[in-house]
């Protein structure tokens, strides 16, 4: 793979050509400013400290801390003393068609579905790797990175696999506490359909009447799992997706609301601001000044 996987301006970071997954250091000093993208990042301090700015607030971090954000979520570095971050990184669209079954995985969706956004956290989930736990994700990351110099339609299955590795070495230590139990497949199901169909009219009584289920028990069921109910998780998948959009397209306001299910726009604009505390003209004009969208569309997924 190229070395122009990962591009960026100063507020937006996204994948160029076809690559869908990378892993790299990065060192910063002083500031790193707030930024966005399209995809999940995972970043494994490795050196330094520094305080992590994002929607949660400033925390300060040190070598081990290890931050997982959802695509589209904001963040960026402050007050950095020799910070090296080992960045992993990978696309929304592998998530959902490759990554698929990780949904099913009791460790895996916690960490990259349900514990990002249950207790209000808002997309970001934080844990700490210790050395041993380090050294093995961090050589896993290694080999995804030397794989960039490889054809990639040769070695797409390698780089799959890295990621999963590394994956499990993060997911295990968020473990504790995690039901060892497999997802109910009730839970599953409505998953697989709000995101096979995210614009549609959903309702709950529909969700419930499609798996023969009263609307009451499916709530409580999909809350025990993911943390939130049914359709805060719909209003979940559609922020994102509409965050994608603004990024990565030129299509108006109103044309991305209605695209994911809200025709009503300033209904949309409340929804998109109670998730990224920014209007969705505010997230497109923060994070895309100056840049030529139809070429970010273009390189990107």
């Given at each position: 793979?190229?070395?122009?996987?990962?591009?960026?301006?100063?507020?937006?970071?996204?994948?160029?050509?076809?690559?869908?997954?990378?892993?790299?250091?990065?060192?910063?000093?002083?500031?790193?400013?707030?930024?966005?993208?399209?995809?999940?990042?995972?970043?494994?301090?490795?050196?330094?400290?520094?305080?992590?700015?994002?929607?949660?607030?400033?925390?300060?971090?040190?070598?081990?801390?290890?931050?997982?954000?959802?695509?589209?979520?904001?963040?960026?570095?402050?007050?950095?003393?020799?910070?090296?971050?080992?960045?992993?990184?990978?696309?929304?669209?592998?998530?959902?068609?490759?990554?698929?079954?990780?949904?099913?995985?009791?460790?895996?969706?916690?960490?990259?579905?349900?514990?990002?956004?249950?207790?209000?956290?808002?997309?970001?989930?934080t844990t700490h790797l210790g050395p041993a736990e380090r050294a093995q994700c961090f050589a896993h990351l290694d080999a995804l990175a030397e794989l960039r110099t490889q054809p990639q339609h040769l070695h797409r299955t390698d780089m799959i696999a890295r990621v999963v590795l590394a994956l499990?070495?993060?997911?295990?230590?968020?473990?504790?506490?995690?039901?060892?139990?497999?997802?109910?497949?009730?839970?599953?199901?409505?998953?697989?359909?709000?995101?096979?169909?995210?614009?549609?009219?959903?309702?709950?009584?529909?969700?419930?009447?499609?798996?023969?289920?009263?609307?009451?028990?499916?709530?409580?069921?999909?809350?025990?799992?993911?943390?939130?109910?049914?359709?805060?998780?719909?209003?979940?998948?559609?922020?994102?997706?509409?965050?994608?959009?603004?990024?990565?397209?030129?299509?108006?306001?109103?044309?991305?609301?209605?695209?994911?299910?809200?025709?009503?726009?300033?209904?949309?604009?409340?929804?998109?601001?109670?998730?990224?505390?920014?209007?969705?003209?505010?997230?497109?004009?923060?994070?895309?000044?100056?840049?030529?969208?139809?070429?970010?569309?273009?390189?990107?997924?």
């Amino acid at each position: 793979m190229p070395p122009e996987t990962i591009e960026q301006t100063s507020t937006l970071v996204y994948f160029g050509d076809d690559a869908f997954a990378y892993a790299g250091r990065h060192r910063h000093e002083g500031l790193m400013r707030v930024h966005t993208h399209s995809f999940v990042e995972i970043a494994i301090v490795s050196e330094g400290k520094a305080v992590h700015h994002s929607l949660s607030g400033r925390q300060p971090i040190t070598v081990g801390d290890t931050i997982l954000l959802r695509p589209g979520v904001w963040h960026g570095y402050e007050d950095c003393h020799g910070l090296e971050v080992y960045n992993f990184c990978f696309s929304a669209e592998l998530l959902r068609q490759e990554l698929g079954w990780t949904r099913d995985d009791p460790l895996l969706g916690h960490l990259l579905s349900q514990g990002p956004y249950v207790e209000r956290r808002r997309g970001i989930l934080t844990t700490h790797l210790g050395p041993a736990e380090r050294a093995q994700c961090f050589a896993h990351l290694d080999a995804l990175a030397e794989l960039r110099t490889q054809p990639q339609h040769l070695h797409r299955t390698d780089m799959i696999a890295r990621v999963v590795l590394a994956l499990g070495c993060v997911a295990r230590a968020v473990g504790d506490g995690v039901p060892a139990e497999p997802v109910h497949p009730a839970v599953l199901e409505v998953m697989r359909r709000i995101e096979a169909d995210p614009a549609r009219n959903w309702t709950l009584t529909d969700l419930a009447d499609g798996l023969h289920l009263a609307p009451g028990y499916l709530v409580r069921l999909f809350k025990s799992v993911t943390g939130l109910p049914p359709m805060a998780f719909l209003s979940r998948h559609r922020v994102e997706l509409a965050a994608e959009m603004l990024l990565h397209s030129d299509r108006t306001v109103r044309a991305i609301a209605e695209r994911v299910g809200w025709p009503d726009q300033n209904y949309f604009a409340r929804r998109f601001r109670a998730h990224y505390g920014l209007t969705a003209t505010e997230y497109r004009t923060r994070f895309t000044r100056g840049i030529d969208l139809g070429a970010v569309r273009r390189s990107s997924h």
